[in-house]
């Protein structure tokens, strides 16, 4: 369990759900790239609202066919697994913001290291 505690980086990935890559929704194209490289794990975050980069509010409406909103995937690891992993998805990137932040992960409970500690 060790292995994940202590400093980490968060990398958040800004997109829209409209954004594809290679035809496919281009979150869940990053999704299986995080579990290519075996990062630690992502969450993707649907939002409500938001403006983008081009000061466009971009919001829920229940009439509207296509749903373009905010979208951010959050991945939490080492920062040399995370420098390597957006080196992997860059091309996949066409608008999207990315940050990268320092974190401190002070518990990790997971069923199966649980059972390791027992043992």
Do not use: C
Request: proline share 2%; aromatic share 10%.
């Amino acid at each position: 369990m060790k292995r994940y505690l202590g400093q980490k980086k968060i990398l958040r990935i800004y997109i829209d759900t409209l954004d594809k890559y290679e035809g496919q929704p281009l979150f869940e194209e990053i999704l299986k790239a995080v579990k290519e490289q075996n990062l630690a794990g992502a969450t993707v975050f649907k939002a409500v609202a938001g403006i983008g980069a081009f000061s466009e509010v971009h919001s829920f409406k229940v009439w509207a066919l296509a749903q373009k909103l905010p979208l951010v995937v959050e991945i939490i690891d080492d920062e040399a697994k995370i420098r390597t992993f957006i080196e992997t998805i860059d091309s996949m990137l066409e608008n999207a913001l990315l940050t990268l932040t320092d974190t401190e992960v002070i518990k990790y409970k997971h069923e199966n290291f649980n059972m390791q500690e027992k043992q």
